[in-house]
């Protein structure tokens, strides 16, 4: 669970840090910034798939422990 999170955030950074280092950079390939876009939107995907699974976890304990 925490290592999807890691893997998650890594995949965010990475991309905006690609993507931020193609926009500064004066003669930087257009390939790098679609690159960064690509990784940054697999990453918020990934995340959000996960919030989405795990959203009602706290419920489910919730439940076990009034019983």
Known sequence: MKNTQ???TI???VGGGL???AITVENANQYLKIAG???IMFGL?????FWVV???D????NKEDKQ
């Open 45 to 49: 995907f990934r995340a959000t798939n």
């Open 58 to 61: 706290h419920k489910e304990e």
């Open 11 to 13: 995949l965010i950074v």
């Open 54 to 56: 795990t959203k009602d």
């Open 6 to 8: 890691l893997i998650n």
């Open 19 to 21: 993507l931020l280092y």
């Open 37 to 39: 876009l690509v990784i």
